[in-house]
């Protein structure tokens, strides 16, 4: 009998623990340096799901370690919901290109996606690239390209990896902690160029003429990069599109009571006319998905980078 009474109580116990970790602040751990496109969305989201629950959120930036510092910083705080990582493609990649202290697809349980991004090629506005023909030209030619990077297994690494290999080259990278450090590597001239998700200082850096819109990774044209030509100017059909993505996940083992509300804050942060608008600016196409789309979305670019990098093996250097 006591030991009956123990189980049945169980659940009750977790009761208190989840009402209390609704009275402190929202952790949203991101893998990434402040500056890059996730940090942008994810300020942009934490302000205004703040507002919606009342409650004060916080911005917590891990970056390095192929998005492992982060990771573990999640994967080690409490399952009551108080602590969340803001994920983003990473973590559908490196498992597959290193081992890594975390099973993706067990440890983090998906809460919504929040957006989806076009990834750029941009060069340094007074170096020596005018357009992406004249970069894969170079490469053929076994010139030096340099390609900044906002860390090992991101969309900046694997599109450039990709696009030297289209070349019959293998990419010069230089990792960074995020794709802002990356984006001022570049106009700092440390690199030629880098596959970007655009951030702010993208597109000041653009209207500026400190830097150069070279392709968009895809073949659907966008608003916001308008004039930037993209995979057709180079003959590439839609198979050679990448889009990088982002979302929210909880650590595992935690209630989907505890989570409810910060996943309906999420998602209509997501469809708040001011920050679609936001978005827009940036390129961000938003998407605010319910728990079972992106659990399903994540396993599938989980799988679907698995079977590319087991044919297309990648070095994380």
């Known amino acids: ?70 990771a573990q910083a999640f994967l080690q705080a409490p399952p009551d919901g108080s602590v969340l990582l803001y994920g983003a493609f990473i973590y559908g990649v490196v498992p597959h290109m290193t081992r890594v202290p975390y099973d993706a697809l067990n440890d983090f349980v998906p809460l919504t996606q929040t957006a989806l991004l076009p990834t750029m090629l941009v060069a340094g506005g007074r170096g020596r690239f005018t357009d992406a023909q004249a970069v894969l030209a170079a490469l053929r030619a076994g010139q030096r390209v340099t390609f900044g990077s906002g860390g090992a297994g991101t969309t900046s690494h694997l599109c450039a990896a990709v696009f030297a290999r289209a070349a019959g080259q293998q990419a010069e990278v230089v990792h960074y902690r995020g794709g802002g450090p990356a984006l001022q590597g570049v106009l700092a001239g440390e690199t030629d160029m880098m596959f970007d998700n655009p951030q ?88 605010g998905s319910s728990t079972e789309e992106f659990s399903a979305f994540f396993r599938n670019e989980y799988t679907r980078w698995g079977r590319f990098l087991a044919a297309n093996p990648i070095s994380l250097d």
């Open 1 to 70: 009998m006591i030991r009956r009474r123990s189980l049945l109580a169980a659940p009750l116990l977790a009761i208190p623990a989840i009402a209390g970790a609704q009275d402190r602040p929202l952790r949203l751990i991101l893998p990434f340096a402040p500056g890059g496109a996730v940090d942008t969305a994810a300020r942009l989201l934490g302000q205004r799901i703040g507002e919606t629950l009342n409650r004060n959120v916080v911005i917590d930036n891990r970056g390095g370690g192929n998005g492992t510092i982060a």
């Open 200 to 287: 702010p200082a993208t597109f000041q850096g653009m209207q500026a003429g400190m830097l150069r819109g070279l392709l968009v990774m895809q073949t659907t044209p966008s608003a916001a990069l308008a004039g930037v030509p993209n995979l057709a100017s180079l003959g590439w059909s839609a198979d050679s599109t990448v889009q990088s993505w982002q979302g929210a996940f909880a650590p595992r083992g935690t209630p989907s009571a505890a989570t409810a509300p910060v996943v309906q804050a999420l998602r209509a942060a997501v469809a708040d006319p001011r920050i679609q608008e936001r978005f827009a600016s940036l390129a961000i196409e938003p998407v």
